[in-house]
């Protein structure tokens, strides 16, 4: 080593402090820097390291809302959570533990987010504080005495120095330096960490290797000789193969599976990566990615390419989904069957582009004007995102309807390991059918009981027809009188309760009874279990059930409410507080699950929900638990 | 109409023998005097005379009196939403190459709120035929004023006369990087039309016809003069354009243009007037579906991919 400067001992002396090593099942990290420093690479790399050496990982990106935000600003802090531990972990958690910033000023970021735990070890970067600009000194004062009054164990790091000896920019080289040092204080696999380095920069040059290897080493040998703690999560051999990857890159390796060929897109935060993914791969497999003129072109083509024979899908957000509205009425008027995935984001209009809600439930289910039933599935895990699209394909043809997957930005950009899935060749849709249609078959010729019906493809013999968005009878006919009209809306009607036959009672999470049942959909689903977990630990009688669809509801809920003293969703949208001023029962305006649940089920149900911009944390629902516990009986 | 068997051909009798009649959907419910109708009967000649399997013809269309069009073929049809024929076509195409589409829209349809996709299919350049019925007036809804209403022209919207300069359909098409066909014809120079349609159909592009197209109730007016006198309508003659030898007689008003010419079309386009034939033709011009063209596969090849993406994910 070169050089081995800390804060608290500036004397040079290289002699290896003793190491005490902390024992703990799990810790939460985050690396945070300026956008453009690489955090996200140093966290991404050190989480799937963890992965591979047989820990549960959960990661949560940290995302300026700009692309180049001012560098050293709070509004600019970058970065990634990871979260790790020696059993399976299902969500980004509470506190941090351990933090690497690069300057005090994102550091400060997570301290407003309420991001750290009050004993936190803080590894920051040291070059700002004897800057040769006054005003950074003076900010980074500034910010020492808000930081320095909470109880963090602030270790000070030279990293640009030290980088500056292999990089001439140390905004290049400090997150691999970072990586080092991670690897070093959670005793990482070197062996694992440099393959990883490799993969990482696989399309770059072997100099560029070289030089990261060179940055992950220096940092290593700083951790080792100048830390004096070393922190032990026990691993698991892993038993089984996993992958690692985010939740849009399972999307897209679930629309591969599902034997989709049409990915038909406008660039949308966060929905975008999934095309950026698929457009990577999906020509390998005869699929492409169309990235259209506008939202509404994208639902458009992903329609003309279902028409004709073969099932697509368009993938959105918020706004996006807005501008699609009416040609999902078409689609649903019509019966041709579609698969939308909307990844949400905080809203309404451009909202929290970047950052996760759960508040487009009710703008699918309502927001075709006129009466549009279709189906609605939310993974609530990175894994359920490979499978729901799948199964999603396999609805959208044998209902002739639009399925909805709503996934969020928590599931998009989060990573977790998961098993790898058994593959199936019956997961893939065959091609077109151009069969001649039998004699006397119509083109919309419902089955009185079900509403299910055979679709016409173009190409086959005997099968033409005119599609209409109007009013149509059982030849597509384009009819006015009232008698057509009720039938055709009830034969809609009716597919969506037939699914609903079909599916099973949801199993819940704790026990089959008790004082709260927590109802959630989505990415919650992992925290709100922990949630439960803590809960029943200490005694409470708290239950939660994850809902899968949402329209139709799955069956049995009425009956499995009726077995608890009360029902609360927990969502990551908005609702009224019940003690605001002006608030009473009947104005209250309350999260989107409970408005449905409610609705359909006739129960006083409850909800607690948040819209921080960020994932909720077990902690918070744990909180809201016991409140409801503690306030007894029915909402 | 019968297919002709020709030595070039197999020698055999062809199985399909599809006369006018077997495009014929129910009757036609346009206004009676409407251009639409024309249009209908040069489509029906042109699917006899190319024998265009009905089950792999498609036309798709949009909102608005011209939209009802597909409801009249037996063809597979596509009656959608206002102003979004073009993407449903892009789909339609980019899913299935192997069928005929035809795209039949309204001067509502394309140029106002479908006027973002008319730019966009125009550059994709997909192999499709496009009719632009233009009567310069919202029909269906019952006189708006539309983006090619002549300015003055009282509308139920602007009943002091429109307010601006008609949009010329033809200088924004020529205007798009891309463009591969353009050419303007009307509904009461049938042959015209038929030939046009003939040019636009046998052209591997996206083709682009903009049919002046009389309408009965709002804008009889507005074409009156043309109809009633030949003098007021020019015609574009080459020799690799469309030539009609009846519409030639008719109108002794001739222009000579080279239709590979593209900044002599753009020119004549912006000149405006009652200009018959083809502007444009590049047949060059990369075409979306073909570029982005891929191979079949089977299942089990899909979920080969599938496994190496699974490897590349493997921890």
């Known amino acids: 080593m070169t050089a081995s400067t800390t804060a608290q001992d500036a ?101 407003r987010a309420n991001s750290l735990a009050e004993d936190a070890v803080i590894l920051i970067e040291n070059c700002w504080k004897d800057h040769d600009d006054e005003t950074i000194r003076a900010a980074w004062k500034n910010a020492f005495e808000t930081i320095g009054k909470r109880g963090f164990r602030i270790i ?65 040998g700083w951790a080792k000789e100048n830390l004096d703690f070393r922190i032990d999560i026990p691993t698991h051999a892993v038993e089984r193969e996993m992958l690692v990857m985010n939740g849009n890159t399972a999307l897209g390796m679930g629309a591969i599976a599902s034997g989709m060929d049409l990915c038909s897109m406008y660039p949308i935060t966060p929905a975008t990566s999934v095309s950026h993914y698929l457009s990577d791969v999906f020509e390998n497999a005869g699929g492409i990615v169309h990235q259209a003129e506008d939202e509404i072109a994208a639902a458009g083509v992903a329609i003309g390419a279902s028409y004709a024979g073969k099932v697509a899908f368009t993938v959105t957000s918020g706004p996006g989904l807005a501008l699609k509205t009416e040609f999902l009425g078409l689609a649903t008027m019509t019966e041709v069957p579609l698969v939308v995935i909307d990844v949400q984001r905080g809203g309404p209009s451009t909202g929290l582009p970047t950052k996760v809600e759960q508040s487009d439930l009710l703008a699918v289910l309502w927001g075709q004007p006129g009466d549009a039933p279709k189906v609605i599935m939310a993974p609530s895990t990175i894994e359920e995102c490979f499978h729901v699209v799948i199964t999603a394909r396999r609805i959208a043809e044998t209902f002739r309807c639009v399925v909805f ?59 033409m027809y005119t599609l209409t968005g109007l009013v149509h009878d059982e030849n597509s006919k384009v009819r006015y009188a009232p008698g057509v009209n009720e039938n055709a809306c009830e034969m809609r009607s009716r597919k969506i309760a037939v699914l609903q036959s079909t599916l099973q009672p949801p199993t819940p999470h704790g026990g089959d009874e008790g004082d709260v049942l927590v109802v959630g959909w989505g990415s919650t689903r992992g925290a709100i279990e922990e949630a439960v977990d803590i809960a029943r630990a200490e005694g409470l009688a708290a239950s939660s059930v994850n809902l899968t669809f949402l329209s139709p509801l799955e069956p049995g809920l009425r009956d499995l409410f009726s077995r608890f003293g009360a029902v609360m969703t927990v969502e990551v949208n908005y609702s009224d507080e019940k003690d605001a001023p002006y608030i009473t029962d009947e104005n209250r305006r309350r999260g989107q699950l409970c408005t449905l649940l409610r609705a359909q089920t006739l129960v006083d149900v409850d909800c607690w929900t948040r819209v921080p911009g960020a994932p909720l944390r077990p902690a918070d629902i744990l909180s809201a638990i016991r409140a409801k516990i503690a306030e007894g009986g029915r909402s | 109409m019968t297919a002709t068997c020709t030595l070039t051909d197999c020698g055999t009798t062809p199985d399909t023998d ?64 206002h102003g979004r024929a073009l993407p449903v076509s892009v789909g339609v195409k980019l899913a299935r190459p ?33 009719l632009l019925l233009d009567n310069n007036i919202y029909g269906l809804t019952k006189k708006q004023t539309s983006p090619t209403t002549p300015q003055g022209f009282k509308t139920n919207t602007q009943p002091r006369g429109s307010y601006l300069p008609a949009l010329n359909p033809l200088t924004v098409t020529l205007g ?57 309508v020019a015609v574009l003659v ?68 599938l496994e190496k993406e699974f490897d590349r994910h493997a921890v």
């Open chain 2, 18 to 81: 599809y006369s006018m009649d077997d495009y014929q959907g129910p009757e036609a419910r346009w206004c009676p005097g409407c251009g639409d109708h024309s249009v209908l009967s040069s489509v029906q000649r042109l699917l006899a005379t190319h024998q265009m399997a009905p089950e792999r013809t498609v036309f798709v269309s949009g909102i608005g009196c011209s939209s009802r069009f597909p409801h009249y073929l037996r063809t597979f049809g596509f009656h959608g939403i």
């Open chain 2, 238 to 305: 080459h020799e690799r354009g469309i030539r009609d030898a009846g519409t030639e007689e008719l109108h002794k008003h001739h222009i000579d243009h080279d239709p590979s010419d593209l900044d002599a079309a753009r020119h004549l386009a912006e000149e405006g007037g009652m200009r018959l034939g083809l502007f444009y033709r590049d047949a060059s011009c990369p075409r979306y579906e073909e570029t982005r063209r891929q191979a079949a596969y089977t299942p089990a090849e899909r979920i080969a991919v």
């Open chain 2, 98 to 130: 192997d069928l005929d589409v035809f795209a039949v829209m309204g001067d509502g349809d394309c140029c106002s709120i479908g006027a973002g996709h008319w730019i966009h299919a125009t550059r994709y350049n997909v192999n499709m035929t496009v």
């Open chain 1, 11 to 111: 004397t040079g002396v290289s002699v290896p402090p003793s190491q005490k090593v902390l024992h703990v099942r799990e810790h939460c990290v985050e690396i945070v820097s300026d956008s453009g420093e690489g955090a996200q690479k140093c966290g991404q790399s050190f989480g799937a390291v963890c992965a591979k050496m047989g820990n549960g990982v959960w990661t949560v990106e940290i995302i300026p809302a700009e692309i180049q935000p001012p560098a050293r600003t709070p509004a600019g802090a970058s970065g990634v959570r990871i979260r790790f531990g020696t059993g399976p972990v299902t969500n980004g958690g509470n506190d941090a533990q351990l933090v690497v910033a690069f300057n005090e000023q994102v550091l400060l970021a997570r301290l």
């Open chain 2, 176 to 232: 798009i990087t891309n463009a591969s066909f353009v050419a303007q014809t009307a509904d009461w120079a049938p042959q015209h039309l038929y030939e046009t349609l003939e040019a636009a159909y046998a052209h591997q592009g996206f083709s682009f016809v903009r049919i002046m197209q009389r309408c009965p109730v709002w804008t009889s007016i507005l074409f009156q003069d043309a109809v009633r006198d030949p003098a007021r």
């Open chain 1, 156 to 220: 000070e790091v030279p990293m640009e120095e030290l980088c500056l000896t292999v990089v001439d920019d140390p905004r290049r080289g400090k997150n691999m330096f970072a990586f080092g040092m991670l690897a070093a204080v959670y005793d990482r696999d070197v062996e694992r960490c440099k393959a990883q380095i490799a993969f990482t920069f696989r399309k770059k040059s072997q100099e560029i290797y070289d030089r990261n290897s060179k940055l992950f080493d220096l940092g290593h």
């Open chain 1, 405 to 463: 997957i709503l996934s969020d930005a928590n599931l998009a950009t989060g990573v977790t390991p998961f098993p790898r899935p058994q593959t199936d060749p019956r997961w893939v849709a065959g091609p077109p059918d151009q069969s001649p249609v039998p004699e006397g078959l119509r083109p919309y010729d419902w089955d009185p009981r079900t509403g299910l019906s055979r679709r016409f493809v173009p190409g086959q013999p005997g099968g």
